[in-house]
């Protein structure tokens, strides 16, 4: 026999009216208490960045799309310090549906809450017992990264490193190549035209010609600046620069030549070259030397040999006067640019590079080298960034089976299976 709609609505009403006349008014009600337990979306925590400098984070419109979908989201508020202040105010996070909670809080953050951030954890020892997504940088075996991952492992919880997050092809399913390809090459030009209307002093902290923040607001603050250091330096030189792309194609390299386009360089002032360009040819290359601005933009997988030399840019007639290295393989006994030695920063954006027996007079040679190159446009790449991630973010209910995170732990176990037993030992 069937009951009505209304005789069904009727009865669970009464029942639970008597269950909750039990319970004292302030407890929770224990129908919405076994609804929450057995809800599908895991609660998420947008953590407050901890490194200097770093203004990124994920953007109020992803944040959006998470509520909107049915995840309970909280999201620290931004640290008051200007050196760790995040790009978006704390209201457009709240206006996307998210609850503010202070900073630093998701050390204590309830069991079963997905944090999310960006840039390395803070590196102290305690386990971490909730589930990360965040940049970690010690699947590479890099310096201290056994500490770095046991913390998960001794935590029982995982690591989902937005590094190694890829898609069927292995491609990064989001990235901030393109946004580190845009502002390395706004360096360039900047460092370049100083060179000439500066003659002899070295290009100045970020923060000199960003009104002291070391970041610009957007692009088109940005771009306006770059095109008028362009002009600036074409009264002195009589033309405007010529640059030199290498990984054009890619993300990265895409990024440099469309704000080399946006700067107002010339198409045929622009060498776009890829893998087509050099797989049949080994560097040195002699079409780096012979352009303003060199920017390197490959993913370094296996020993090559360098681009450039000492006795090719020791030789008359160079014109190369900035290299933008995006790559960044500063350590790597490969490095494919073994012209400088050391990661420059936005405090001191470049390094000059030393030729022995220097055939050139006044032809000053710079490098930089700079490894988090989108924190100096943070509302665009965080954006850009948070786009890329979205459809994946909006599967974490579902972590356990979707591929692109089930994946993701995998990885993780792996590695921590690498670690000594005493630290992947739950605590």
């Known amino acids: 026999m069937f009951s009505s709609a209304s005789t069904i609505k009727h009865t669970i009403n009464t029942a639970s009216n008597r269950i909750h006349h039990v319970f004292q008014p302030n407890w929770p009600h224990p129908l919405r208490l076994y609804a929450r337990t057995m809800s599908s979306y895991p609660p998420i925590l947008l953590r407050a960045e901890q490194k200097p400098l770093e203004h990124?984070?994920?953007?109020?419109?992803?944040?959006?799309?998470?509520?909107?979908?049915?995840?309970?989201?909280?999201?620290?508020?931004?640290?008051?310090?200007?050196?760790?202040?995040?790009?978006?105010?704390?209201?457009?996070?709240?206006?996307?549906?998210?609850?503010?909670?202070?900073?630093?809080?998701?050390?204590?953050?309830?069991?079963?809450?997905?944090?999310?951030?960006?840039?390395?954890?803070?590196?102290?020892?305690?386990?971490?017992?909730?589930?990360?997504?965040?940049?970690?940088?010690?699947?590479?075996?890099?310096?201290?990264?056994?500490?770095?991952?046991?913390?998960?492992?001794?935590?029982?919880?995982?690591?989902?490193?937005?590094?190694?997050?890829?898609?069927?092809?292995?491609?990064r399913v989001s990235a901030f190549g393109y946004h580190a390809g845009f502002t390395g090459a706004a360096l360039g030009i900047k460092t370049w035209a100083w060179q000439l209307t500066h003659p002899g002093e070295k290009l100045p902290a970020v923060s000199s010609f960003t009104e002291g923040r070391g970041y610009y607001l957007n692009e088109d603050e940005l771009c306006e600046q770059i095109r008028n250091d362009v002009a600036e330096a074409e009264k002195k030189l009589g033309r405007k620069p010529t640059a030199m792309v290498l990984g054009a194609l890619g993300r990265c390299g895409t990024g440099a030549c469309d704000l080399f386009l946006k700067a107002g360089i010339p198409e045929e002032n622009l060498l776009r070259w890829?893998?087509?360009?050099?797989?049949?040819?080994?560097?040195?290359?002699?079409?780096?030397?012979?352009?303003?601005?060199?920017?390197?933009?490959?993913?370094?997988?296996?020993?090559?040999?360098?681009?450039?030399?000492?006795?090719?840019?020791?030789?008359?007639?160079?014109?190369?006067?900035?290299?933008?290295?995006?790559?960044?393989?500063?350590?790597?006994?490969?490095?494919?640019?073994?012209?400088?030695?050391?990661?420059?920063?936005?405090?001191?954006?470049?390094v000059p590079v030393e030729i022995k027996d220097d055939q050139n007079t006044n032809a000053p040679?710079?490098?930089?080298?700079?490894?988090?190159?989108?924190?100096?446009?943070?509302?665009?790449?965080?954006?850009?960034f948070s786009q890329g991630l979205k459809?994946?973010?909006?599967?974490?209910?579902?972590?356990?089976?979707?591929?692109?995170?089930?994946?993701?732990?995998?990885?993780?176990?792996?590695?921590?299976?690498?670690?000594?037993?005493?630290?992947r030992t739950k605590e």
């Not at 020892?125 to 589930?131: M, S």
């Not at 075996?141 to 029982?156: C, F």
């Not at 080298?369 to 850009?384: F, V, W």
Request: with cysteine; charged share 25%.
């Open 274 to 350: 890829d893998l087509a360009e050099t797989k049949d040819r080994h560097g040195p290359y002699p079409e780096i030397a012979s352009h303003d601005i060199f920017l390197n933009a490959i993913y370094l997988s296996k020993p090559i040999p360098p681009f450039v030399n000492n006795e090719l840019l020791s030789k008359p007639g160079r014109k190369l006067g900035v290299v933008v290295d995006v790559s960044c393989d500063t350590t790597n006994p490969h490095n494919p640019l073994p012209i400088y030695s050391i990661n420059t920063t936005f405090d001191d954006p470049t």
């Open 391 to 423: 459809e994946s973010l909006l599967q974490l209910k579902d972590r356990k089976t979707a591929r692109v995170w089930a994946d993701a732990e995998k990885l993780f176990n792996e590695k921590v299976a690498l670690l000594p037993e005493e630290l």
């Open 365 to 384: 040679l710079s490098v930089i080298s700079i490894d988090h190159l989108p924190s100096m446009l943070p509302r665009e790449a965080s954006e850009s």
């Open 56 to 171: 990124r984070s994920f953007s109020p419109a992803v944040i959006r799309s998470l509520v909107e979908a049915g995840y309970p989201v909280s999201v620290e508020r931004t640290p008051t310090d200007p050196n760790y202040r995040r790009i978006f105010d704390d209201e457009e996070y709240e206006a996307a549906g998210a609850k503010l909670v202070p900073s630093a809080s998701w050390p204590n953050a309830e069991p079963g809450t997905v944090i999310l951030g960006l840039k390395e954890l803070p590196e102290e020892g305690f386990a971490l017992k909730n589930d990360h997504v965040t940049f970690a940088h010690c699947y590479k075996e890099q310096g201290g990264w056994q500490q770095v991952l046991s913390r998960w492992a001794r935590g029982g919880s995982v690591l989902y490193d937005l590094e190694f997050l890829v898609d069927l092809q292995g491609r």
